[in-house]
Nanobody, 123 residues
Framework: QVQVVESGGGLVQAGGSLGLSCTAS????????MAWFRQAPGKDREFVAA????????YYADSVKGRFTISRVNSKNTVYLRMNSLKPEDTAVYYC????????????????WGQGTQVAVSA
């Protein structure tokens, strides 16, 4: 089964930027929806962004729309999340995941998860 590995988290001040990467173990994900979720302490895992198999369609949670950008490079089996204008409430563990179409925004609909990468935004 394909595996995904996230990288790029860290600590940043409010208003700053970070970029996350997620690389799949093989090329089967080129036909998959790729998505980012996040989970803050004590909260449910929530949808952040998703991209269709070719990057032609992208979807964002209202809370990150206009600040975050999801993209993918299928030749590298990699999806990216560029996060700008970060806020303390963006602090969470960010997870990459993949599934066959269609795009869904509920964590229970995804079954391939990475280990997550921590993003911390200080006020």
């Amino acid at each position: 089964q394909v595996q995904v590995v996230e990288s790029g988290g860290g600590l940043v001040q409010a208003g700053g930027s970070l970029g996350l990467s997620c690389t799949a173990s093989d090329s089967t994900t080129v036909s998959f929806v790729m998505a980012w979720f996040r989970q803050a302490p004590g909260k449910d895992r929530e949808f952040v962004a998703a991209t269709s198999w070719n990057g032609g369609s992208t979807y964002y949670a209202d809370s990150v729309k206009g600040r975050f950008t999801i993209s993918r490079v299928n030749s590298k089996n990699t999806v990216y999340l560029r996060m700008n204008s970060l806020k303390p409430e963006d602090t969470a563990v960010y997870y990459c995941t993949a599934k066959l179409a269609p795009v869904l925004t509920t964590a229970r609909d995804y079954h391939r998860w990475g280990q997550g990468t921590q993003v911390a935004v200080s006020a």
